[in-house]
């Protein structure tokens, strides 16, 4: 017990001490940009930008513009964003708060790395989710997709009757396995419920215990400075936090897991063979396998340690869950809610597929064609509805950087000084912290036009229905001009000119794999089954209504009275595809 009242009395003392520090800090050389008034004394406006900050995160760039700040500098300008993640990123690198963080979590993969080392694993890791790779890992996936369909077609009554199903742990599920077969070659049978797994489940819980860990994060970098591994971990084991010992069993079954199976997997590839049933039908097509094929024929300045493999292993599977189920159940959800657009995507799907079985010479039911990569990446009216639904509703909100060096930031829109100047750049001091509004630049009126904030796919294509290529010069848009480009300005996005993926060195390595799943399993379910917005009412009479929290990531939550605004879920009517569920004379 004294133990423990001197550990909490030290950190009662270290945020004293931060808030002395704070408030007599002299006057910040941002204070002439233009920002909102503190709401908190200690926490400022960050609860609003965080937690259910959608409608907030937009009006802030609409009163304030590209730059604006409330101690930190929050950035949404194209020509900025050009600058932080291209032009200087060696300047504006990701916060030790994230970066050791991450290391702590995962280990050293992509997100945990800096420099040098980060480029050298970037150089190894490129190649892997090359196009080719894409190809041949796309029919090898197909089950997993074919599998969730089967689950939901038997929650649906034979009679043509419909069925309300949360399609989000579903998905969850889908995503799981998706990427641990893609990445390690070894299937956890997530789409199993009585088979549970204790990797699974602690890749599951991982977003949640960080998130309830989130006031602890800032002081991060300064426990793992001052601190060795041995005190962190006595530190830990005083800490009377649930929350913390959850998370530090979390993080030691991912570790656990990881090793075994990439010591089975490396045995395997160096005697020939492959791990597992999975590894036998992926039959080295896997992240992890080719990844391994490449480090061991690379020279000793480019081989990545075991310890960064391993890392790279847990970071994948990490981001490739947690983002692509959001962008999953959003797309079904606005498919549920707009049924003239669903009936025109099923009747593209089932154009695709027929027209495919017949040059193949196919027998099998068109429902059941599976399309190859280049036609599924093709197809104009899904490629429109997932990139529009990217854009306007990107499953990641909000990225930080620390400026290391002193810099200008050029702004593309001048602002408004607090003194009512207009400025066109920043001056930016050293170990400034900046936040990246991926929202906001993918609402931008310039760049997007007025309706930016709209769902309208209609806007990637051309007026034929055709596949509107960036930059080409023409438009259906209301903006004018190339799509995302604006008088030679654009976001250096590197998918669709959003900021979704972000771009430059730091850039979602994995966004071919995600839109590639996201494809994959809307052209399996959708020819088979419906989807519609809840219409039972429950025993009040209140019907379910779905609302989209902007967490950090997005929550979609049942608002009261039918629901309590705080679990996960994606309720959505289900019942079996009939011929009114189509459209006539498809022109894609």
């Known amino acids: 017990m004294a133990l423990l009242r001197v550990c909490g009395s030290s950190i009662f003392a270290f945020i004293i001490w931060s808030l002395i520090k704070r408030l007599r800090a002299p006057k910040s050389p941002l204070a002439h940009i233009r920002g909102p008034q503190k709401e908190h004394w200690l926490k400022g406006n960050y609860h609003r930008i965080f937690q259910d900050g959608l409608r907030y995160n937009l009006d802030l760039v609409q009163q304030y513009g590209g730059a604006l700040t409330q101690k930190q500098l929050y950035i949404s300008d194209p020509l900025a964003l050009h600058h932080i993640i291209v032009k200087e990123q060696h300047v504006y690198e990701e916060t030790d708060m994230f970066i050791m963080g991450n290391r702590l979590i995962f280990g050293e993969g992509l997100i945990a790395t800096l420099g040098e080392q980060h480029r050298k694993q970037r150089k190894m890791l490129n190649p892997v989710f090359s196009l080719a790779n894409m190809r041949d890992l796309l029919p090898v996936i197909q089950p997993i997709a074919d599998q969730l369909r089967t689950i939901l077609n038997a929650k649906i009554p034979a009679d043509g009757s419909i069925v ?49 860990l989130i006031f602890l994060r800032p002081f991060i970098p300064m426990i793992v400075r001052r601190f060795s591994l041995y005190w962190r971990n006595k530190m830990m084991d005083w800490m009377p936090s649930d ?77 490739g869950f947690e983002t692509t189920t959001s962008a999953i159940s959003r797309i079904l959800w606005i498919l549920a809610e707009k049924q003239d657009v669903q009936a025109r995507l099923r009747s593209a799907i089932r154009k695709a597929k027929r027209d495919y ?117 023409k438009s259906n848009s209301t903006i004018g001009a190339s799509l995302g480009v604006k008088n030679g300005i654009k976001y250096p996005g590197v998918y669709g000119l959003m900021m979704t993926f972000l771009g430059g060195g730091r850039a979602c390595i994995g966004f071919k794999f995600a839109e590639m799943e996201i494809k994959q399993v809307l052209t399996t379910l959708l020819p088979r089954i419906h989807f519609a917005l809840p219409a039972s009412t429950d025993r009040n009479g209140h019907v379910k209504e779905i609302y989209w929290k902007m967490n950090g990531l997005q929550v979609p939550v049942v608002r009261p009275p039918a629901g309590d605004n705080v679990t996960a879920q994606v309720p959505l009517d289900l019942r079996k595809v009939c011929e009114q569920d189509f459209v006539a004379n498809q022109p894609n």
């Not at 990569?373 to 990225?399: C, F, H, K, N, Q």
């Not at 050293?430 to 036009?449: D, P, Q, V």
């Open 164 to 212: 309300e199903v949360n399609l989000l742990p579903w998905l969850s599920r889908g995503a799981l396995e998706y990427i641990c077969q893609a990445a390690l070659g070894h299937s956890f049978d997530t789409l199993d419920p009585t088979k549970e797994n204790e990797y699974i489940e602690a890749i599951r819980t991982l977003a949640p215990s960080t998130l309830r």
């Open 243 to 319: 929350a913390l010992k959850n998370l530090r069993h979390v993080v030691n079954v991912m570790d656990t897991a990881s090793k075994k199976i990439f010591a089975e997997k490396r045995a395997a590839l160096e005697n020939g063979g492959f791990a597992g049933i999975a590894g036998n039908r992926m039959q080295g097509k896997d992240i992890m396998s080719i990844m391994l094929r490449a480090n061991a024929s690379s020279s000793n300045d480019d081989r990545l340690t075991d310890s960064e493999l391993l890392g790279q292993m847990n970071t994948i599977i990490f981001a």
């Open 357 to 473: 079985a017949d040059a193949q010479g196919l027998s099998s039911p068109w429902e059941d064609v599976e399309l190859p990569y280049d036609t599924l990446m093709g197809l104009p009216y899904l490629d429109a509805i997932v990139r529009e639904t990217l854009r306007v509703y990107p499953p990641t909100s909000l990225l930080s950087r620390t400026a290391r060096q002193a810099s200008v930031l050029p702004l593309h829109q001048p602002i408004r000084s607090a003194s009512g100047e207009m400025i066109s750049s920043v001056h930016v001091p050293e170990n400034t912290t900046l936040i990246i509004s991926i929202l906001a630049s993918n609402h931008n009126k310039e760049i997007w036009g007025e309706d930016a904030s709209e769902w309208r796919p209609e806007r990637w294509l051309s007026p034929s229905g055709e596949r509107l290529h960036l930059g080409d010069g």
